[in-house]
Nanobody
Framework: QVQLVESGGGLVQPGGSLRLSCAAS????????MSWYRQAPAKGRELVAS????????NYADSVKGRFTISRDNAKNTVYLQMNSLQPEDTAVYYC?????????WGQGTQVTVSS
């Protein structure tokens, strides 16, 4: 059984930082394309960042480039999203996704609220 469990969300002031974690079980994160998505109220789900299985190449949405960093700890089988310089428009539920060929798994999401 595959499980992706996100944690690390919360309330932060504008300009602050948070680190989200996605702990995986039932899969090996190093063999999957791991991604973070987010969904703000009344908006569609959007890709924030992803990291490839081979080589670990990364890509980011334009809106978060230079502020967010995705990384992977193979020993802990966990993927992270370091979020710096957070702004109110970053407020959303953040989801972790694992994909390998036609297999796709999602976590339950963690709420990030950026507000003063």
């Amino acid at each position: 059984q595959v499980q992706l469990v996100e944690s690390g969300g919360g309330l932060v002031q504008p300009g602050g930082s948070l680190r989200l974690s996605c702990a995986a079980s039932g899969i090996t994160v190093s063999t999957y394309i791991m991604s973070w998505y987010r969904q703000a109220p009344a908006k569609g789900r959007e890709l924030v960042a992803s990291i490839k299985s081979l080589g670990g190449g990364t890509n980011y949405a334009d809106s978060v480039k230079g502020r967010f960093t995705i990384s992977r700890d193979n020993a802990k089988n966990t993927v992270y999203l370091q979020m710096n310089s957070l702004q109110p428009e970053d407020t959303a539920v953040y989801y972790c996704k694992a994909r390998f060929l036609t297999s796709e798994y999602w976590g339950q999401g963690t709420q990030v609220t950026v507000s003063s």
